[in-house]
Every structure is written in structure tokens, then in C-alpha cells.
């Protein structure tokens, strides 16, 4: 397979790009790998499936009650008191057929038997030994669950691509599927580029720091359900970088680096992707997140985040993100924005899209603010930590006031 070529019009040094005209490229040039496995349904939580699920027959299969009452033919309620015949509990259905002036017992679950149309709960309904007087009269048709209600046969329940959520698992348990295909997961080699990087456990030199971005990727990677590959601190070092690439560029399908490509560093990344694959400089209007350079090595798709910690978590949600669930099979999944009341006031200069850290609050009344978490320095990984959100500001606008509304995107994967 040859590789396709990167739509460009933007080389070294070109205009800052709209983040949306970078998801687009993106979005046009990678393609899924291939690749698929079969899974349990339990191991399946989380990944991608790699063939749409179909309902083979309905669920539930039976009109069943949705009450704990009395199972009986809505035509018989005029004509007084009605006699009690048999019982349907869940499990346990009535074999009989009910006839005229008949009720049976039923237990929510309880399959309808033939011949009644109608459920009267038990709280509307009085016993005396096997006679039965309803003493409010339900509907025609009144609390019965209809079989094929929740699927029908033949219902494409799970689309392709779809990320499997606990609420899923449960769905493709109620149609009696054992196991799923799933696409096989996608492998992400990643290491942090930095003479002035140490990492845990090693003691600190003078100017140096403790390598992070390695642990926000880890715990970012991770929500992605890839598999990852840790290579650690990679000196500024031709030699040492090249073969880093080669080694991750054979055991992985996507390289992930940061640090390095600010214009002006030692910029050994861009000649060795130049060399051995492709490289496109990228210059994004948002801020915190500025230079992105992407590309392959080898068979591998390559995308080179800045070194600022701020930068590279925003960088992996807002481009990265997109583009490995992309890799992985999965569906396009636009982020989840709303609109709130903002409860600061914020500085912005028009120019780039602002993804400024924030958090949810709930005000007295209820209902739901967002409010900056302050400082937005690029360094200050603090105020990552301390968001659960990112204010969006597009790009013309300015200085926010309390009280205006703004866009807001919330961290976190879902529960359910
Ligand atoms: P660079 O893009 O390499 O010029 O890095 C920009 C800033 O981010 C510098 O202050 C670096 O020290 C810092 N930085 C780069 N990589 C890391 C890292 N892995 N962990 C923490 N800070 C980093
Ligand atoms: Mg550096």
C-alpha cells in the first residue's frame, strides 16, 4: 500500500491555521487500520466494534407486564367481578388461553398469556379468594410491555465504529450475544524530547526539570484504550532521536513526541521525518498550542506536540484526539460543547481560538455557570489539574465580561 500524500498548501513557515482547516486535513488523509479480533462482550467495554450488531430476533421477545396485576381481556370489565384462573409470574408463564370473565396473576416480566389484552394493577384491584373486582378500570392495552418494544429483529442495534459504553454491553447482552468483533487496538510509541529533561527517580541537575508531558499522555493515551509504548526522554541528539523513530516507527502505528519543534531549537525532528517520511510544519491559531508538526516516518503516522505541558494536553484533545479515534475505527465524534454564563471575567486578545481552563459551578438557583480556574500561563499545568472544562473562545473575540456566555467543553469520559 503506498502511502497516501498529505493535502498541503502550507509549508514551512506558513499563515497560522484554523483549527478547524487542521481537522479537516486531518480527517481527509488517515485512514483506519486494519485489523480486527473477537472479544468476549465483558473484555469488549471500551473498544471499538469493528462490525455493526444486529438485533436477531426482538427484545423482549414477549408482550410482557410492565405491573405487578392482574393479566386480563379489557371486554370483560363491564360485566363485574372476574375469576381468577392460573398465575404468570417472570419465568413462569401461563400456559393457558384465558376466556371470557377469566383474569390471571401476573408479576412484572410475566409473559401475557394468549388471550388477554390488558394489565390492571394490583393496587386497582381487590381478592377475595378466586374472585377479582377491579376497582379502577384500566385502558385498553394498559401497562403491557410490547415484544419487540426495545429491538426489533433485524434492528442494526451498534453501528460500526461505535466505542462500546456499559449501557452497550448491556444491550448486546439482552440479545443473548456472547462475543463481538472489535477493531484490534491502535499502538502509540511516545517519548518526550529535552536535554533539560530528567525523569522520576533520577535527581535533578542544574536547569533541569522533571519530565510531565510523558505522564498527562500516559493518562490521555490511556482513556483512548491504545496500547501504548513508553520510550522515555530522548536527548536533542540526531543520532539518538533517528533512533528512537526507527525503533517506534517498527513497533508502532502512530509516533507521538513533544518538545522540539519550536521554530529556532535544534529542529532534528523535521530533517529526520524529512529523510525517512513526510513532514508538515503547522503553525495552529489556538492558544495554549501554537506549533504542531505532522506527518509519517517509515509506515508510521508521526505528530510532534510542543513542549509546553499546557500545550501538549490541549494539542492531544483538540487535533490528536480526533485523529487517533479516527486510526482506531471509531466513528467522528465531535466534542461536546454548550453554551453557559461565564462568572469571570477573562482576558483574550482577537487573533486565535482560546481553549482557557475553567470549571463547571452550580449557582444558588441551580442552575449551572463556569467560572476560570485564573492564571492561563502555558506553564502553569496547575490549572489543567485544577479545570474540568476548557472556555472555547473563537478566534475574533476579546476580553469576555462576567456574565456573557460562552462556549464551554467538558473534560472526562463518560460513565455509561
Ligand atoms: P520546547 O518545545 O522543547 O522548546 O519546550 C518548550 C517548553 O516546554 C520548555 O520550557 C521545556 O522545558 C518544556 N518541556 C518540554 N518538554 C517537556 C516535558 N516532557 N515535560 C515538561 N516540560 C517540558
Ligand atoms: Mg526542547
New binding site residues.
Given amino acids: 500500500m503506498t502511502n497516501p500524500r498529505i493535502a498541503d498548501g502550507c509549508g514551512h513557515d506558513g499563515p497560522s491555521l484554523p483549527l478547524a482547516t487542521v481537522l479537516a486535513r486531518l480527517a481527509e488523509v488517515i485512514e483506519p487500520i486494519s485489523g480486527q479480533q473477537r472479544l468476549a462482550l465483558r473484555s469488549a467495554l471500551g473498544h471499538i466494534l469493528a462490525e455493526p450488531i444486529t438485533a436477531p430476533a426482538p427484545v423482549p421477545a414477549h408482550d410482557n407486564s410492565a405491573m405487578d396485576g392482574y393479566a386480563l381481556r379489557h371486554a370483560d370489565l363491564e360485566a363485574g367481578p372476574l375469576k381468577l384462573v392460573g398465575s404468570a409470574f417472570a419465568g413462569h408463564p401461563y400456559s393457558g388461553e384465558i376466556g371470557p370473565g377469566e383474569c390471571v396473576r401476573i408479576m412484572t416480566g410475566g409473559v401475557v398469556p394468549a388471550g388477554a389484552d390488558t394489565v390492571a394493577m394490583q393496587e386497582h384491584a381487590e381478592a377475595k379468594d378466586t374472585t377479582i373486582t377491579i376497582t379502577r378500570p384500566p385502558s385498553a392495552g394498559d401497562n403491557i410491555r410490547r415484544a419487540g418494544e426495545d429491538l426489533q429483529a433485524g434492528d442494526v442495534v451498534l453501528p460500526a465504529g461505535r466505542r462500546l459504553t456499559a449501557a452497550d454491553l448491556g444491550v448486546i447482552a439482552s440479545m443473548g450475544v456472547a462475543e463481538v468483533s472489535v477493531m484490534r487496538a491502535l499502538r502509540v510509541a511516545f517519548f ?3 536535554d ?2 530528567r525523569s522520576l527517580g533520577e535527581t535533578l541537575g542544574p536547569g533541569e ?6 505522564y498527562t499522555l500516559f493518562g490521555m493515551l490511556t482513556r483512548l484504550g491504545v496500547d501504548l509504548i513508553d520510550m522515555g ?1 530522548v536527548r536533542d541528539d540526531e543520532t539518538a532521536l533517528q533512533h528512537a523513530l526507527d525503533q517506534a516507527a517498527a513497533n508502532a502505528d502512530v509516533i507521538l513526541t ?5 521554530v529556532g ?1 535544534a529542529d532534528f525532528m523535521g530533517k529526520l521525518l524529512q529523510m525517512h517520511g513526510e513532514a508538515h510544519f503547522w503553525s495552529i491559531a489556538m492558544k495554549p498550542g501554537r506549533p504542531l508538526t505532522f506527518g509519517r516516518y517509515g509506515k508510521a503516522w508521526y505528530f510532534g506536540l ?4 499546557v500545550s501538549v494536553m490541549a494539542t492531544f484533545t483538540q487535533v490528536v484526539t480526533p485523529a487517533l479515534r479516527q486510526l482506531a475505527g471509531e466513528l467522528h465524534q465531535p466534542p461536546a460543547r454548550f453554551r453557559l454564563p461565564c462568572r469571570s471575567a477573562l482576558r483574550k486578545k482577537p487573533g486565535r481560538q482560546e481553549f482557557q481552563r475553567a470549571r463547571l459551578v452550580q449557582q444558588a438557583d441551580g442552575s449551572l455557570a463556569v467560572e476560570s480556574v485564573g492564571r492561563q500561563g502555558s ?1 502553569i499545568l496547575r490549572s489543567m489539574s485544577e479545570a474540568d472544562c476548557f472556555i472555547v473562545l473563537p478566534a475574533d473575540c476579546g476580553n469576555v465580561a462576567e456574565g456573557d456566555w460562552v462556549d464551554v467543553e467538558p473534560f472526562g469520559a463518560p460513565l455509561v
Avoid: F, K
Avoid at 209 to 214: A, E, L, V
Avoid at 306 to 309: A, E, I, K, L, V
Fill in positions: 518526550s524530547t529535552g533539560e529533561l526539570i522533571y519530565d510531565s508531558n510523558r526522554v513533544s518538545g522540539g519543534v519550536s531549537e510542543p513542549g509546553n505541558p506553564g
